[in-house]
């Protein structure tokens, strides 16, 4: 079992569509949980970043943690072509020098106008 | 803009060539991560530097190597290179060896025919 699951897709939803993309993780380590963009041949762009189980709102993105069963989402509201892109979830884990960053491989998303 | 820059951006080369790759992190950024992604796959961690020393090592090469400068940049040589280390190489930066945020550059796409 891969220390962090995600659904590659692709996921193709309609323009204005709330779209929901989640992460798995069997690690109880993990301390922090990250959603990265990354639009094609472009460097993954941090996005939201959060520390605890619960939700975050930022604009039309909400991310969820919910570590008591190792699960986190992304929710992207009114979704628009621009937020076509891979989306990659990211959590980190205490090492003896700061944070080990376990990425998973990310979703592919296409929103159609 | 992350604040990360990475040069070149493009780079083509003949198999068993050397190449360097070079990352500038972000002002204030003591930290530097490679990571390398292939067409179509997760990002792949490559090695992580912190204020000059390596920290932390994934799945990197004997062929690759890396540094830490004085001044903080970074170098990843890839020596005796084949048609496989085809990809898109990202350096990312965190502050204090990271506490869950990486802010990537745009990446080096080496193309090794």
């Known amino acids: 079992q891969k220390e962090v699951e995600q659904d590659p897709g692709p996921l193709s939803v309609p323009e204005g569509a709330i779209v929901s993309l989640n992460c798995t993780y069997s690690?109880?380590?993990?301390?922090?949980f990250m959603w990265y963009r990354q639009y094609s041949r472009k460097g993954p762009e941090l996005l939201m970043y959060?520390?605890?189980?619960g939700n975050k709102e930022d604009g039309r993105f909400t991310a969820q943690v919910d570590k008591s069963s190792k699960y986190i989402s992304l929710f992207i509201r009114d979704s628009q072509p621009s937020d076509s892109a891979t989306y990659l979830c990211?959590?980190?884990?205490?090492?003896?020098?700061?944070?080990?960053?376990?990425f998973g491989p990310g979703t592919r998303l296409s929103v159609l106008p | 803009d992350s604040g990360v820059t990475q040069t070149p951006k493009h780079l083509i080369t003949a198999t068993g060539q050397r190449v360097t790759l070079r990352c500038s992190p972000r002002?204030?950024?003591?930290?530097v991560y490679w990571y390398q992604q292939s067409l179509d796959q997760g990002l792949q961690f490559l090695i992580q530097?912190?204020?000059?020393?390596?920290?932390a090592k994934g799945n990197i090469l004997e062929r690759f190597s890396a540094q830490q400068f004085p001044d903080l940049h970074s170098e990843l040589n890839l020596s005796s290179l084949e048609l496989g280390d085809s990809a898109l190489y990202f350096c990312?930066?965190?502050?204090?060896?990271?506490?869950?945020?990486?802010?990537f550059g745009e990446g080096s796409r080496l193309t090794v025919l």
């Open positions: 990312a930066s965190s502050v204090r060896g990271g506490n869950g945020e990486l802010f």
């Open positions: 690690n109880s380590a993990f301390q922090y």
């Open positions: 959060t520390y605890s189980s």
């Open positions: 990211a959590m980190t884990e205490p090492s003896n020098y700061g944070q080990n960053f376990v």
């Open positions: 002002s204030g950024d003591l930290s």
């Open positions: 530097y912190y204020n000059g020393e390596e920290r």
